[in-house]
């Protein structure tokens, strides 16, 4: 199985907005829960939002209202739109299939929020 390949990251100022993606093999993406990861310097991995096969959502606190998750299953894409970015949001985001199977990561795609 090929890992997700995450994009859409860069630098951008705070207020800004930026859509990641994630594309994984069709066959991966049917049978997973696609979630968004990031990691900041010095810190632990955290979950930023996740959605299920059946579409179901769920977002960590820091970023409820500020961010949406959305999958393409005819793409197997999954997308994170991210507004009113703050400094704090800087990171290295990851993609992350979860399925009963298994288990695999993107490589992740750097986001700056710069103040």
């Known amino acids: 199985q090929v890992q997700p390949v995450e994009s859409g990251g860069g630098l951008v100022q705070a207020g800004g907005s930026l859509r990641l993606s994630c594309v994984a093999s069709a066959s991966m993406f049917s049978r997973s829960v696609m979630t968004w990861y990031r990691q900041a310097p010095g810190k632990q991995r955290e979950l930023v939002a996740a959605?299920?096969?059946?579409?179901?959502?769920s977002y960590a606190d820091s970023v409820k209202g500020r961010a949406t998750i959305a999958r393409d299953n005819a793409k197997a894409t999954v997308y994170l739109q991210m507004n009113s970015l703050k400094p704090e949001d800087t990171a290295v985001y990851y993609c992350n299939a979860a399925s009963a199977l298994d288990w695999y990561w993107g490589q992740g795609t750097q986001v700056t929020v710069s103040s």
């Open positions: 959605i299920s096969r059946d579409g179901t959502t």
